[in-house]
T-cell receptor, first 116, second 115 residues
Framework: GAVVSQHPSRVICKSGTSVKIECRSL??????MFWYRQFPKQSLMLMAT?????????EQGVEKDKFLINHASLTLSTLTVTSAHPEDSSFYIC????????????FGPGTRLTVT | AQSVTQLDSQVPVFEEAPVELRCNYS??????LFWYVQYPNQGLQLLLK??????LVKGINGFEAEFNKSQTSFHLRKPSVHISDTAEYFC?????????????FGAGTTVTVRA
């Protein structure tokens, strides 16, 4: 099966600092990756679509200068939360789409970000 | 645009009893439908998906779902639940005609299985 990893699984940072979250597809090349945000007891909200070698496409209302997404290779996408604030504390989940074949997104285990 | 409504926010159920989680979708075009399960502090795991063909879809862990186009529904069922089925369940939809592969998720249903 397809495996997607995220690192770190948990991170605590101080307000005003930046934090980077990595999303890797371990056994397939993902031309498209997605970043979601999930608040406690709520559903997943799509933040952006990350395409390898091009700029990410952000959903309406998501600040692209605050949530920097880089998809530098076919197996790695990163989300950097810049100048973090306590309201950025959330569970961030990435997913990757395997090119071709039956449509399916494979989800990472998530990263719990706490901004103090 | 597509949207999903999960009709039950919480479903308590006794072990070995059947369970049904209801999902209705809205779309002006044909769709692909998915059910995912999320255990605490984890990512999502695909239970099953409907892309085309037979409207009764069988997934992992004994789950199945039926696609009903006339009622725009995709309800998830399991005939006999286990304690380990306690989790959050999400229904999701995407357009079958779009190349953006974006998923729209329902609000989720919390299933709590009691002995």
């Amino acid at each position: 099966g397809a495996v997607v990893s995220q690192h770190p699984s948990r991170v605590i940072c101080k307000s005003g600092t930046s934090v980077k979250i990595e999303c890797r597809s371990l056994d397939f090349q993902a031309t498209t990756m997605f970043w979601y945000r999930q608040f406690p007891k709520q559903s997943l909200m799509l933040m952006a679509t990350s395409n390898e070698g091009s700029k990410a496409t952000y959903e309406q209302g998501v600040e692209k200068d605050k949530f920097l997404i880089n998809h530098a290779s076919l197996t790695l996408s990163t989300l950097t939360v810049t100048s973090a604030h306590p309201e950025d504390s959330s569970f961030y989940i990435c997913s990757a789409k395997r090119p071709g074949g039956p449509y399916e997104q494979y989800f990472g285990p998530g990263t719990r970000l706490t901004v103090t | 645009a597509q949207s999903v409504t999960q009709l039950d926010s919480q479903v308590p159920v006794f072990e070995e009893a059947p369970v049904e989680l209801r999902c209705n979708y809205s779309s002006s075009v044909s769709v692909y439908l998915f059910w995912y399960v999320q255990y605490p502090n984890q990512g999502l795991q695909l239970l099953l998906k409907y892309l085309s063909g037979s409207t009764l879809v069988k997934g992992i862990n004994g789950f199945e779902a039926e696609f009903n186009k006339s009622q725009t529904s995709f309800h998830l069922r399991k005939p006999s639940v286990h304690i380990s089925d306690t989790a959050e369940y999400f229904c999701a939809v995407t357009s079958a005609r779009s190349n953006d592969y974006k998923l729209s998720f329902g609000a989720g249903t919390t299933v709590t299985v009691r002995a």
